[in-house]
């Protein structure tokens, strides 16, 4: 399995390396809210998109794929995050079949995309874009599991840049965490040496944020949490910035 690791790995950074700025993404698509305080753009396409089109082992046409590349690669020269998730390596006998499905996606968008532009997968921790998820109000058993991750793809290749997803909502019940549980998650994330930066992912799926939930997500206090921070990183008010990489991408 390692082995496949480190072959979709060195596929998915072609002309990438570590990353000298510091990038928080927002990747949110709550009604009527946006992060903003130059937060950076990011392209994605959402696991609804990808797993039908891949569930069972199946790989959809090229044009297809193109197509659907194309349309969700908003921001070009910006990032592109798969949401594949019906193709995770779990178990040994669909390995070489997942890999192949991966290694077609990829490559088929990086022909319609800018040269150079980055392509990454959700949730597999060795192409940039790991889960940091938060699952109970435990910090240090978020932080074990953030640094496991960590762990994991420097060993594969210590030169990537990571960029773990985060969520201002459980991932098991979808309230909304503490806002001090929110911000402590935030300054860990900056203050750790091993990440590029992160990206914030919220109200894509109404599985997980349904109308109610809609309505009031930019009311709840994580956003103005979100802001300050950012705020303060990026130093947009008082000039005295804590890291580089405010809203244009680049490494």
Sequence with gaps: MSFILKVLSAAAVVGAARASNFHVFDNTAYTNTS??????????????????????GFLPSVTEWKNIVLEWNVYPGYPLVLDCEDIYFTNESTADLYLEILSSLQTWAAEVIPPGQIIGWYGLSHAFFPSAYTFSSSISTWNNSLNSVI??????????????????QYHNNYSFIPVELWETELEILSSNSHLDGFVIWGGKN????????????????????????LSNLYGIYNGKLQKTGAQIFSL
């Design 35 to 56: 992060i903003g305080y130059q937060s950076t753009n990011i392209n994605w396409i959402p696991a609804y998109v990808c797993n039908p089109l891949t569930k069972g």
């Design 151 to 168: 762990n994991t793809i420097t060993a594969i290749n210590d030169t990537l840049p990571i960029w773990p997803y985060t969520w201002p």
């Design 206 to 229: 109404y599985a997980v944020c349904n109308d109610s939930c809609q309505a009031t997500a930019g009311q709840q206090p994580w956003l103005n949490a979100t802001r300050s921070y």
